[in-house]
């Protein structure tokens, strides 16, 4: 039998699958939204960064984001929110 444990890929895949990323709000973080457009840009390494609003906000904001995330789902749709509105990330699986 497997047993799933927080640090195992398959484990957060299997969430994303089934869109049950209860922490998903559908867009960056209010907090971040606002660091973004306060900080002074520079690198940024976003750990667990899920769909990736929060990368692509800093991104938009001058920041140069590297992106990572164990899921294949959430990079996919990382990578798809990213082309929408035109910027660039490094993104790691």
Not at 38 to 55: M, Q, R
Request: charged content about 20%; hydrophobic content about 40%; overall charge negative.
């Amino acid at each position: 039998v497997e047993q799933y444990v927080e640090d195992s890929p398959q484990f957060w895949e299997d969430i994303y699958l089934a869109d049950e990323a209860g922490w998903d709000l559908g867009g960056p973080t209010p907090i971040f939204k606002s660091m973004a457009g306060e900080l002074n840009p520079g690198k940024l390494c976003i750990l667990g960064c899920g769909k990736g609003y929060d990368a692509v906000q800093f991104s938009r904001n001058g920041f140069d984001v590297t992106a990572v995330d164990f899921s294949r789902t959430a990079i996919l749709s990382l990578e798809k929110l990213a082309g929408s509105v035109n910027v660039h990330l490094n993104i790691i699986q």
